[in-house]
Structures are given as structure tokens and as C-alpha cells.
């Protein structure tokens, strides 16, 4: 059965206008956006109000003085600066109409003392901004989470991380700051901005409308665990563009935990990460729709575009496009097996629902990967309408890692033995593949033995044209 090519067209179309207004006007998406309003915006410099920016002494008082007078300034858009310098703080609270201008070499550097975070762990940042509106941060500097002053035992495999949960504060082994977070706001611009060292999450996009990040570095520790470069929660209207993130864990990963999720663009980006360059989830209760990834390098990560759908949300008008991809293994205790393209709906649980991918579409892809493709759906939710078109596949091994793994984590059946396969498919209702070239090595000790690995019985509506299979 032939696919429709209309949620393409109008997706290529959406992509196109709204390129368009990226260059013109850089905050994208939405006309409402009020960032910036002028060439020469008001600004209060944080020195004014007593911050040494030594790194040794607390600036804490002095920046957030400077914020609350920025905020009070009557001016729309208001800069609180910071010279050459470091800067040590507790959590910050930014306030509407304020934009952090972090000047080249001045860093503003976050605790590591619980005390020095607010008592709800919902708001552990070193930055935070809360109902607020024309709120950003810039200027060339850096913003550093301290991330490696949290590492408990260093270790080779996945650094062992000081827990604040023995308090009662929290639950579980993910109990650090995050940060820099924006949490129900709106006109959001993060833009020429250094991000390092994150003890847990770096940016985080919380239940916001209208947010432009673009040029921005992000750097975490490669063997830290949930360091997450940007986190795109509950938000809608959202452009992502030229961003560099090297980072031990996601790298950009939208999810839904009260609300859907529509309009995300992600363009121009490099990307090297130990987990997911791009993923979906894990958390999506509610629905992902009407999100374009185009013109992305990702480098040596363990796995490469990536839907983790466990708790029941439905996805659909998906487009990746002009994506180069290389994926290796990395130790196990790390989710992913080297898949350039890992898509499941498997229930995170007995108790979760089964939620649907519909409407994927998968366009000039080039893959160099030491696994192949996983397409899983499930029972009750099954993968509707997948479109690969002009992909290019060339598997081969090149670490020491075992193969032979899938990973459904988390939850679901965990890791499974299973034969190397080109494409594995489960649980797919509308498949159609044009123009694949998939080539393997002929080492044996990469095990490759089946092109495609599919149930019949799970598996409806295929179309294949000039798919190619070899080796090289």
C-alpha cells in the first residue's frame, strides 16, 4: 500500500517558512517574540552591586540584586552584565525582561552545596526562571555546573555520583541541580552561550512557549550519567539551531510528562553523546506532533535518532532529513547499542499504556554504525507509516564491545540476545523504502547474516523500491 506523500510536502513546507524566519529574525517561530527589542538594550553591570567574581566568595546577593533592579527599570528588555571573571552563586532566579549577558571570559560558576539550592528539588538550579516572559541569556561567556565536584568514585564506565537523596529532599540516585532551567515561561532566547559541566540535566525547557536556542556550546563530562544536553518538556514552538553538544548522556530529547509537545525544529547541529543524539521520550504520557530535524552531524554516539515511547503518548509528522550519522558501542550499563535508528513503543510497564508512532519520515540519511536498525512497535502500539528514502547504511565493527544485543530499556524486556541484522522490524502497519543502499563488512567477526529481520505475522504493508543490499 502506497504511503501518502502530503505529510511531507506540507512538513518540508512548515521547515521552509520557518527557516526563513530564523534568518530574518532569529527567535523563530512565533510573531510574538520580544527578544531582542533593541540594538542597544539597558543594562547593569553586576560589579555595581558588589560581585568580586573571584570563584572563591559568593556573588549570590550582588547578581540577584542586579536582576531585581533590572527587572524594576521599567525597561522591556534589561542586560544584567558580567565582566571578565568567575563568579560563584547559589540558585539564581531570573525575573521577566531580564537577560543574563555573560561576557566572554567571565564564567558563572554553580555550588555544589545542597544548602545552596532552594528547598524543592523542582527548582535545583544554578539558573532558573518561573513565570516569567523576555527572559534569556548571552554573551559569549560560560555558564559551569561544577558537574565533576558531584562525582563521588570516578570510574571508566559511568561515574559513580554524589546522591542528595539520603536527606529525604528526593528519591532515587538523580538527585542533583540542573543548570539552567525555564520553567512556564514564555519568550525564551538562550543564544551565544557556553553550557559545561552539568551535574545533571544542562538546559531544560519546562511547559514554555515560543523559545529560540541557537549557537550554543554544551559540554558535560562523558562519563557522567543523565547530564542531558537540552531538555524539551510539555513546550511548544521551539527552534533549535547551529548548537554544539558533546555530552555523556542525551543530547536533545523532547518529552511529555502533563502536556503534548507540537512544533519543535532542530537544524544545524553537531552532536557526540554516550547515549541518544536524539530521542523521544523516555517520558511521553501525552503527545508528540509536527517536530523537523534536518541538517544534524551526529558523531561516534551510541545511538543516533532515537523514540523511546513507554507511558502512552502517541507521536506522528515526524521529519528527519539531510542527517549523517555514526554510531559505536559503548559499555552496556549505558542505554543503546550502537543503533542509528532505534524506534519502540513497548510499555514502560504492565500498568502503562501502548502508545502509537504514525507518519515518520526519513530523508537523505547517511548511517556509519556498528549495529543496525531497530523498528519496534508493539501490540497495541504499532508503528503506522514509516518512509526511508535516499539512506545510506554501511555497518561494520570497529570496537571491542559484544554485539548481539537489542536493548528495550528501560523497562519492557531490557537486553535481549538476538542475531546482527540490518533492519529489525516488529509490530509495523505501513513501511515503505525507497532508495536504501545497505552495505556490510565482510569481517566475521562482525556476525552480519541477515539484511532484514522481520516477523511476518507482525508485519503489514511493506513496500520496497531499489533497496540494495552488499558488501564493501
Not at 146 to 175: I, P, Q, Y
Not at 274 to 284: C, D, H, M, V
Not at 374 to 380: N, W
Amino acid at each position: 500500500m502506497a504511503i501518502p506523500v502530503r505529510p511531507l510536502l506540507l512538513q518540508l513546507l512548515l521547515l521552509t517558512l520557518l527557516l526563513i524566519s530564523i534568518h530574518q529574525s532569529h527567535p523563530a517561530i512565533a510573531s510574538t517574540f520580544h527578544l531582542p527589542l533593541s540594538k542597544y538594550p539597558h543594562s547593569l553591570s553586576v560589579t555595581d552591586f558588589g560581585a568580586i567574581g573571584d570563584g572563591l566568595h559568593y556573588d549570590t546577593v550582588a547578581i540577584q540584586s542586579t536582576i531585581k533592579a533590572c527587572h524594576a527599570s521599567h525597561h522591556t528588555q534589561c542586560h544584567v552584565t558580567f565582566p571578565p571573571g568567575t563568579y560563584l552563586t547559589k540558585t539564581l532566579f531570573l525575573k521577566s525582561g531580564v537577560v543574563l549577558d555573560i561576557k566572554e571570559n567571565a564564567t558563572l560558576l554553580g555550588s555544589t552545596k545542597m544548602e545552596d539550592y532552594p528547598k524543592e528539588s523542582r527548582e535545583w538550579y544554578v539558573v532558573v526562571a518561573e513565570n516569567a516572559s523576555d527572559v534569556g541569556i548571552t554573551g559569549g561567556g560560560m555558564v559551569d555546573g561544577h558537574g565533576l565536584g558531584f562525582v563521588k568514585r570516578f570510574n571508566m564506565r559511568k561515574n559513580v555520583m554524589v546522591s542528595w537523596n539520603t536527606t529525604g529532599a528526593c528519591l532515587g540516585d538523580e538527585c542533583r541541580p540542573r543548570l539552567v532551567g525555564f520553567i512556564d515561561c514564555k519568550n525564551v532566547r538562550v543564544w551565544n552561550i557556553t553550557l559545561t559541566e552539568p551535574a545533571y540535566w544542562c538546559l531544560h525547557i519546562v511547559r514554555c512557549e515560543n523559545t529560540s536556542i541557537h549557537d550554543v556550546s554544551i559540554y558535560g563530562n562523558f562519563n557522567t550519567p543523565n547530564n542531558d544536553g537540552i531538555d524539551i518538556e510539555d513546550s511548544n514552538n521551539t527552534v533549535i539551531t547551529r548548537c554544539h553538544i558533546d555530552t555523556g548522556d542525551d543530547a536533545i530529547c523532547p518529552k511529555t510528562y502533563t502536556s503534548p509537545l507540537h512544533n519543535l525544529i532542530v537544524t544545524n547541529c553537531w552532536i557526540r553523546t554516550k547515549s541518544s543524539a536524539i530521542k523521544l521520550g523516555s517520558a511521553s504520557s501525552f503527545d508528540f506532533k509536527g517536530l523537523i530535524f534536518d541538517n544534524i552531524t551526529i558523531v561516534q554516539s551510541h545511538r543516533g535518532l532515537g523514540f523511546q515511547i513507554r507511558d502512552g503518548g502517541n507521536v506522528s509528522d515526524i521529519t528527519f532529513s539531510n542527517i549523517n550519522i555514526s554510531t559505536r558501542y559503548y559499555d552496556p550499563s549505558w542505554w543503546g547499542r550502537a543503533e542509528p535508528i532505534y524506534v519502540t513503543t513497548c510499555p514502560r510497564d504492565s500498568s502503562a499504556k501502548e502508545g502509537s508512532i504514525s507518519n515518520v519520515v526519513f530523508i537523505n540519511i547517511t548511517a556509519n554504525s556498528e549495529n543496525g536498525v531497530f523498528l519496534s512497535g508493539s501490540k497495541h502500539g504499532l508503528l503506522n507509516n514509516l518512509r526511508f528514502i535516499n539512506v545510506n547504511l554501511t555497518y561494520r565493527r570497529w570496537t571491542n564491545y559484544s554485539g548481539g544485543l537489542i536493548d528495550y530499556r528501560p523497562g519492557c524486556q531490557g537486553l535481549v540476545n538476538h542475531s546482527i541484522a540490518g533492519i529489525i522490524m516488529e509490530h509495523i502497519e505501513g513501511l515503505e523504502v525507497e532508495n536504501v543502499d545497505m552495505r556490510w563488512s565482510d569481517h566475521q567477526s562482525g556476525r552480519w547474516n541477515n539484511p532484514l529481520d522481520f516477523k511476518p505475522s507482525t508485519i503489514n504493508n511493506i513496500s520496497m523500491f531499489n533497496f540494495r543490499s552488499s558488501l564493501y
